[in-house]
């Protein structure tokens, strides 16, 4: 590899220290013997490396302001679902109430498709003549985008309950985290899961002035029914505390932050790593990605260090959830009194078809157990639902028998309000926080459970140039000599960052990548809140 441009890169608790602020995870405080982290959405453009990550955050930060939306992940028995928050102060709904507010999973869908890093392939062909011994004709294309003592009588210990209540699928209570003891009391009187391990891990942060956030999943749902968690709360920067996440995290598990404020967003104690682009196999769209993040983070003192995956204007998720007459009128919907007619007119009003919705219309409009033996997913079954209660049912009256008191007793109302409080609402609030906020940032990282020994801090450098998730490179093809059965023998790929790589044509032709031996990270950097990258490790010249 030799280079001939220059390049043009330039949940889970307040930290003992001053100036951090909140910690938040959901994977951390999920039992690794009964759960495990799952990704939930399929990119638009099937070769696009989504990365399954075990975390995924979305912070707004104003003015000590936080709002963090958490997307909740996890599989296993509803009863064993158990979740500790660590949180700096009694968080607050919208309405100023204390209390948390839940959110939805399509947030993090769009924000995955719209900010998801894309490496695109040119393929040129240089002009060769008319050598009459080539077996190959010339074509020009494009390839596809990658798209947490005395007489005194005994007296009662304190309570460490602050609020208690419910939201959506979930029972929760928010607890101080000054008594260890009294806490651990409290959940196992109140029959809160605590998986094990937690509390161990949560010992550094435990202390005057500290809380947590217990959440359980209500009586009666399941793993389906989880919605991303929304709390609001007052602290200096967020934080993300890795610490307790390292209970129950798998290795080299995926991070993602985005960050919404007035300027482009960094790791405050975390370095920050530009990866060699010449590491991506550009062949297949950077199908090898996150082993390529994996590999270049591995190279920071500590494994402590995150990428900027896009960094830029927030307009790129305005009205993409709270789109003008998004979800239709919900009093027209529920008006709607046959089963099929109304999940059609769900659908037709902007309704994304994912796990919330089909867990909610699954209590009015369930899934006969015949279909079930098909393997037919409620996603199939609702899309499709004019056919098989229409036709199918039809033909197959029996199929249908185990579902026809529900189907008679269906509620539109019911069923209309419960969409209206769970999705719709949740998504239009969401949509909103994109038009409050004029910046938005992705990083990524990976960590192993033994790199989990510094909780990451997030703050802003507002002097830091925009990163687009849009990558270029341009593979050229070269002349074979006269004499050779093929007009093309060998191929140039250049990326936009000033990197070239040597390769045959066959191998090009084949997508046969060979990277080369050099440093999976560009520069490793260390950035501040004003002024430009401090390079720690600079192998741009490699």
């Not at 959901?26 to 075990?54: K, M, R």
């Not at 929304?230 to 598990?253: E, F, G, K």
């Not at 309000?417 to 999705?423: A, F, G, M, S």
């Amino acid at each position: 590899m030799r280079r001939t441009l220059r390049s043009s890169f330039t949940a889970r608790l307040l930290a003992a220290t001053g100036g951090a602020a909140l910690c938040l995870t959901a994977a951390g405080a999920l039992s690794p013997s009964t759960a495990d982290a799952c990704g939930c959405f399929a990119p638009p453009d099937p070769s696009v490396p989504i990365v399954q990550a075990g975390e995924r955050i979305l912070f707004a930060h104003q003015h000590g302001q936080v709002t963090a939306y958490i997307q909740v992940q996890y599989s296993g028995k509803p009863g064993e679902f158990g979740w500790l928050l660590p949180l700096p102060a009694v968080p607050k709904t919208k309405a100023g109430t204390d209390g948390i507010e839940v959110g939805v999973d399509e947030l993090f869908s769009q924000l995955l498709s719209t900010t998801q890093p894309k490496y695109r392939l040119t393929r040129v062909y240089d002009e060769c003549g008319n050598n009459p011994n080539s077996r190959n004709t010339p074509t020009s294309a494009a390839f596809g985008d990658s798209e947490a003592g005395g007489s005194v009588p005994p007296q009662a210990p304190p309570s460490p309950l602050v609020v208690q209540d419910s939201v959506g699928p979930y029972d929760y209570a928010v607890l101080k985290a000054d008594n260890k003891d009294l806490m651990v009391q409290w959940l196992n009187d109140n029959h809160y899961f605590i998986p094990s391990g937690t509390l161990d891990a949560a010992a550094p942060y435990l202390r005057p002035g500290a809380y947590f956030l217990a959440l359980r999943l209500r009586a009666g749902l399941a793993a389906g029914d989880l919605q991303p968690v929304v709390l609001r709360y007052q602290s200096d920067l967020p934080m993300i505390p890795i610490i307790l996440t390292s209970v129950a995290a798998q290795p080299n598990m995926g991070i993602q932050v985005w960050m919404l404020g007035g300027g482009r967003a960094i790791p405050r104690n975390y370095y920050h790593t530009v990866i060699n682009d010449s590491q991506i196999d550009w062949l297949t769209a950077g199908q090898n990605y996150n082993d390529v993040i994996i590999k270049a983070v591995g190279e920071a003192d500590g494994h402590h260090s995150f990428v900027t995956e896009y960094a830029g204007k927030s307009s790129v998720m305005q009205k993409v959830l709270n789109s003008p007459g998004r979800f239709g009128d919900a009093a027209v919907l529920a008006q709607v009194k046959d089963p099929a007619s109304y999940v059609q007119g769900v659908l037709s009003n902007g309704f994304s078809v994912n796990g919330q919705l089909t867990a909610i219309l699954a209590r009015y409009i369930p899934e006969p157990a015949a279909l079930k033996a098909q393997n037919i997913s409620l996603a199939q079954y609702y899309q499709n639902i004019g056919f098989y209660l229409g036709q199918d049912r039809q033909q197959n009256p029996g199929k249908y028998a185990d579902i026809a008191a529900a189907l008679m007793a269906f509620d539109p109302k019911l069923a209309t309000d419960e969409l209206t409080t769970k999705i719709v609402q949740p998504t239009l609030d969401a949509g909103q926080i994109f038009d409050a906020f004029p910046y938005l940032t992705r990083l990524y990282t990976t960590l192993s459970p033994a790199d989990m020994n510094k909780d990451p801090v997030f703050s802003y450098n507002p002097s830091l140039p925009d990163y687009s998730n849009i990558h270029e490179a341009k593979l050229t093809y070269h002349c074979a000599g006269f004499f050779s059965k093929e007009r093309y023998d060998s191929a140039t790929l250049q990326t936009a960052s000033g990197f070239v790589v040597q390769m045959s044509a066959a191998d090009a032709d084949a997508n046969k990548w060979s990277a080369p031996a050099v440093p999976y990270s560009q520069q490793i950097q260390t950035l501040l809140e004003v002024g430009e990258p401090q390079t720690v490790v600079d192998n741009t010249s490699i």
